[in-house]
């Protein structure tokens, strides 16, 4: 069988894509969604997105984690996704879509650049001086003076394993916040590695941020290793609403490969 696929990335989170809108690709073949991401016998990828239709929106997203099962959403995932849906045609500067957390909205910036409007957040935890919050995926914050010499995959496996989440998991986002911007480094949990950048993880760093700092509405300026997103926000009751993710979406190449 022959899979044709497209291949992009947001800030170094990387990402193999498939129109699947004739739904001949098997969204349960956990292995070949392995295989498809795996980066010396596949293709190469954080994760796999199907592009699917929807009866009342422009398509559907689903996300599937590197290691093969389907997963919660993808910040970056679903930036560049639309990136594609535009490339395909069916859509042109705004979009509405589906994903496993609900309905998004999305706007495609002059500089190419993918705005993606978040699902609401109406809670957080906050545990010691860290918080846990959950953007469309569950994400534990932790702030530091620095992120100099950070080991973040065994540091964040350590959270990610420890005895209240080694159950459901988390990903593990490290967060340094100076002079009004943010630094993040994220551990995510499916792909089980650090990752250049984290849309849902940046998110959760940012809104962790505005809680920390008591900012009720605005943006905050994100450096990933990837690449630099923002995050925008208000404040709503004890969490928050209007949040919007903006930063690069980039083809990066398609073909075709036999499996």
């Not at 800030?11 to 498809?36: E, T």
């Not at 480094?185 to 809680?211: D, P, W």
Request: aromatic content about 12%; glycine content about 12%.
């Amino acid at each position: 069988m022959k899979i044709y696929f497209s291949k992009y990335q947001g800030a170094g989170n990387d990402f193999v894509i498939i129109d699947n809108r004739n739904k001949k690709f098997d969204g349960n073949n956990v292995s070949l969604i392995k295989f498809l991401c795996d980066r010396r016998f596949g293709i190469g990828g954080d994760g796999l997105m199907l592009l699917q239709e929807h009866n009342k929106f422009d398509f559907e997203m689903r996300y599937f984690n590197s290691d093969g099962p389907e997963a919660s959403m993808c910040g970056n995932g679903g930036r560049c996704i639309v990136a594609f849906a535009k490339k395909l045609g069916i859509i042109d500067q705004e979009t509405t879509f589906m994903a496993v957390d609900g309905l998004h909205e999305a706007v495609i910036e002059k500089d190419g650049q993918v705005n993606l409007k978040m699902i609401d957040v109406p809670y957080f935890e906050k545990i010691s001086d860290d918080y846990f919050l959950n953007t469309g995926s569950p994400h534990f914050v932790t702030f530091s003076d620095s992120l100099n010499d950070l080991d973040v995959y065994n540091e964040g496996r350590k959270i990610r394993y420890n005895d209240r989440f080694k159950k459901e998991g988390t990903n593990v986002n490290f967060t340094q916040l100076k002079d009004g911007k943010l630094t993040v480094y994220t551990y995510e949990r499916g792909v089980e590695n650090e990752t250049l950048a984290c849309g849902t993880g940046i998110t959760a760093a940012a809104l962790s941020a505005a809680i920390k700092t008591g900012k009720e509405k605005g943006k905050f300026d994100v450096k990933a290793k990837g690449g630099d997103l923002s995050v925008a926000f208000e404040k709503a009751g004890g969490g928050f609403k209007n949040i919007w993710l903006k930063g690069p979406a980039t083809f990066v190449f398609e073909g075709e490969i036999e499996v």
